[in-house]
Nanobody, 120 residues
């Protein structure tokens, strides 16, 4: 059974930082590409960042220079370090996994999401 469990969300003031974590089980983690999506109220789901099994990363333009995705293959975990947070970063953040990654990211598995709220 595949499980992706996010943690680390919460309420934070603009300009501050948060680090999201995603613990996985049931997948061959080191062979899977991983990604973070987000969905703000009334909006569609947006791909925020991805990281391949070899560590190549990709970011949405809206978070470049502020967010960093990383992974620890020994712990089967992926992280999203979010700095200089803005109110428009408020969303539910979802961890995802693509076990058949071959150049384009199409996740097979999803976590349940963690709420991030950026507000003063």
């Amino acid at each position: 059974q595949v499980q992706l469990v996010e943690s680390g969300g919460g309420l934070v003031q603009p300009g501050r930082s948060l680090r999201l974590s995603c613990a996985t089980s049931g997948i061959i983690f080191k062979l899977s590409a991983m990604g973070w999506y987000r969905q703000a109220p009334g909006k569609g789901r947006e791909l925020v960042a991805t990281i391949t099994g070899t560590g190549s990363t990709n970011y949405a333009d809206s978070v470049k220079g502020r967010f960093t995705i990383s992974r620890d293959n020994a712990k089967n975990a992926v992280y999203l370090q979010m700095n200089s947070l803005k109110p428009e970063d408020t969303a539910v953040y979802y961890c995802s996994a693509d076990r058949h990654y071959s150049g384009s990211y199409y996740p097979n598995y999803w976590g349940q999401g963690t709420q991030v709220t950026v507000s003063s």
